[in-house]
């Protein structure tokens, strides 16, 4: 079943929330509406399921117009973003899913509505729940309860607003996999959500939605850019990619006269470094690190960082970006990292800053040990040891620096 919002202009009080919004979604699609809050996000979802009336467009489904939320009911299911606390069971709230099924004089459900909502909260992992009071749950297990009431209306588009909100991180990417698995198994999802590597870990496409108008649309790789979120969010961060994936960390704003260093490590070999630089004051770089690389998560959170998809070899890009970091830094650091042909090109980095006089060298186990590359990365390691300060340990970077700064 195909969904679409055509021209759809929404008028509240003289005020235009929504203007000119135009999408679709397509069966096994999953979604996430992206913005700020205020931007139009609810607003979306509510004109879609049919509590809010378009002053002009339209919004379809299979090529017919949605007519009253009663008629729909059975195709659209609608998690709003508050949840009222009740003292009513489980099992009962999410019967309320049933309704649209139920005799319109009796409004009570027979036995096949229990068997449906019964397994509804078996897709929810919340099986023993029935007889739980709702408002002894934890916030958790309290949208698990609400997913499933809109799992048992048994729609064919879903839509979501916030369903992570106010979740710890394991909690977050639970529900998210659980409305996955729904999408795979044939309906249609859309999520509004504010964090924005949980859209784009599930999404199979991003809405970014600024001032109640659709400003970018796509992929996540492709619309998901540091200048796109600038615009839409007013922040300034770094997009890692890796993949076809990505991951947004905030940019650290840079303090006038910090002098800035940069760490040439991998594989765990740069954290230390890079946890006494920040904390001593100076602006952290580092490169070229594979994604997920634990060096990698340390430098997302502190610094910029050059990087590379994971398990792969240094490419020529990223090699050329390494260089040209290294000539804008003030100092450069060769942690005591193992070299093999997928980070070779990283001792080339090196030999470059040594070249400048603006290399240190932590030396901590002899290279021999390290070295998978062979005579080549030998040569070239002993070329940089006659021209880079030499230090033992990790310890005493600091006074190097001081050293090499004057």
């Known amino acids: 079943m195909k969904l679409k919002v055509e021209d759809v202009v929404v008028r509240l009080g003289s005020r235009d929330v929504l203007k000119d919004v135009t999408f679709e979604v397509k069966e096994g699609e999953l979604v996430a509406l992206l913005g700020p809050n205020g931007s139009g996000k609810s607003t979306i979802l509510r004109t879609v399921f049919g509590v809010l009336k378009p002053m002009k467009g339209v919004v379809m489904l299979d090529g017919k117009e949605i007519g ?3 008629s729909a009911a059975r195709i659209l299911g609608y998690l709003p973003q508050d949840t009222p606390i009740t003292n009513l069971k489980v099992l009962d709230i999410v019967l309320l899913g049933r309704t649209p099924y139920m005799s319109s004089s009796l409004r009570r459900p027979d036995e096949s509505d229990y068997r449906v909502a019964r397994k509804a909260l078996e897709e929810v992992g919340l099986e023993d729940f029935a007889d739980r009071v709702f408002s002894e749950l934890s916030g958790g297990e309290r949208q698990k309860v609400m997913l499933a009431r809109v799992f048992a209306q048994q729609p064919k588009i879903m839509l979501l607003d916030e369903p992570t909100a106010h979740l710890d991180i394991a909690a977050q990417i639970e529900i998210m ?5 729904k999408v795979e198994e044939g309906k249609s999802a859309i999520v509004a959500i504010h964090d924005i590597n949980l859209a ?27 200048e796109s979120i600038r615009d839409v969010f007013g922040a300034e961060v770094s997009v890692r990619r890796y993949g076809r994936g ?13 002098k800035r260093i940069h760490v040439i490590c991998g594989g765990g070999s740069g954290q230390n470094i890079l946890y006494a630089l920040a904390e001593a004051g100076f602006r952290v770089s580092a490169g070229v690190v594979n994604v997920l690389d634990s060096d990698w ?27 040209r970091m290294v000539e804008e830094s003030d100092a450069v650091i060769l942690a005591n990292l193992s070299v093999g042909w997928g980070n070779f090109r990283n001792l080339l ?35 940089i040891l006659k021209k880079a300060i030499v230090v033992g340990g990790e310890g005493d970077v600091l006074d190097a620096i001081r050293k090499l700064l004057g």
């Open 68 to 70: 009253s939320v009663e």
């Open 177 to 181: 996999e659980i409305v996955r698995q």
């Open 200 to 226: 784009s870990s599930f999404a199979t496409h991003i809405l970014m939605v600024k001032d109640g108008k659709i400003v970018y649309a796509g992929k996540a790789e492709d619309v998901i850019t540091e």
């Open 246 to 258: 990505v991951y947004v960390v905030p940019k650290l704003k840079p303090v006038g006269g910090q």
């Open 297 to 323: 998560e340390v430098v997302s959170e502190l610094g910029e960082v050059i990087d590379e998809a994971p398990f792969s070899q240094i490419s020529d890009s990223a090699h050329e970006r390494n260089l």
């Open 349 to 383: 980095a090196a030999k470059h800053a040594a070249e400048l006089g603006k290399l240190i060298v932590v030396n901590g186990t002899p290279f021999n040990q390290r070295n998978f590359v062979g005579e080549s990365a030998e040569r070239i390691y002993e070329e």
